[in-house]
């Protein structure tokens, strides 16, 4: 038997399905641009009213929400180093990072092992859904004991996150799904 179906019919079952359409109206580009912009408000005192007045603590991770809206929220975050915050994602939200001063060292899931790249002050850093990673404050030279200041940018805003383990055969396992309205483990 041949096969002999219109041009139409064809058409109807296209051999590549179409991209899957993205959760924000917003691109990776426009929250790494955000992520600087609120940076360098903070670095010009902006927000001032938000520190501790002694400045982040220096033996916890604390963080404070610098905006907010139906589409993106904003935070800034200090780490002190060795912190973890545990394998995770995003759940449906796309995120980015502008590292203000200290440094981070991130450990991303490629697939088939974790990779780590170090972010100094000034580096950024975006994520894509099923981005999976680990964020921990890293010593810097100048001051080993140093807190890292960082602000993050989730679209939509975060309402979610799940967090993984990786498996003695070197895959990823999720542990958990978590509801959440801020950054206790991004
Ligand atoms: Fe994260």
Do not use: K
């Amino acid at each position: 038997m041949s096969f002999s179906g219109s041009a139409s019919a064809v058409a109807a079952f296209p051999a590549v399905p179409p991209a899957v359409s993205s959760p924000t109206r917003l691109r990776l580009p426009d929250l790494l641009h955000t992520t600087d912009r609120f940076a360098d408000e903070v670095l010009r005192g902006c927000f001032n009213r938000l520190l501790p007045h002694d400045g982040p603590p220096t033996d916890a991770r604390w963080f404070t929400r610098l905006h907010a809206d139906d589409e993106l929220d904003v935070w800034l975050i200090s780490w002190v180093p060795g912190h973890t915050t545990e394998l995770h994602d995003h759940g449906g939200s796309l995120g980015a990072l502008t590292v203000l001063s200290g440094a981070l060292h991130e450990y991303r899931w490629d697939g088939e092992r974790l990779r780590r790249r170090r972010l100094d002050a000034g580096d950024q850093a975006a994520f894509p859904l099923g981005w999976v990673h680990d964020v921990v404050g890293a010593p810097t030279l100048a001051d080993p004991a140093t807190t890292t200041l960082s602000v993050h940018a989730y679209s939509p805003p975060l309402t979610a996150m799940s967090y993984y383990e990786v498996t003695e055969r070197a895959a990823l396992r999720r542990t958990r799904t978590a509801l959440t309205d801020g950054p206790e483990g991004q």
